[in-house]
């Protein structure tokens, strides 16, 4: 069951962490929409670790689940 891109309308704002496909960077791994920053007020996507100034002003046009982590021997 593979993930798939849609578009960035139909993506989440709460607070899940989702890959956005942005056309001038390309892919832009473990995001979320924050509806609190005061730098913000409309919202922002910002990086789940925290870079959020990686994220500033960008336009993504895309949205995926993260996909699973790869299953491993034990």
């Known amino acids: 069951m593979g993930s798939e891109w849609k578009?960035?309308?139909?993506?989440?704002?709460?607070?899940?962490t989702v890959d956005l496909w942005?056309?001038?960077?390309?892919r832009m791994t473990d995001m979320m929409w924050c509806v609190t920053s005061?730098?913000?007020?409309?919202?922002?996507?910002?990086?789940?670790?925290?870079?959020?100034?990686?994220a500033r002003g960008i336009e993504p046009t895309h949205w995926m689940?993260?996909?699973?982590?790869?299953?491993t021997d034990q």
């Open 65 to 71: 689940r993260p996909p699973p982590p790869p299953e």
């Open 22 to 26: 942005v056309p001038e960077r390309g």
């Open 38 to 54: 005061p730098l913000y007020p409309n919202g922002s996507w910002i990086s789940v670790d925290q870079e959020w100034q990686d």
């Open 7 to 16: 578009s960035i309308e139909s993506a989440p704002r709460d607070y899940s």
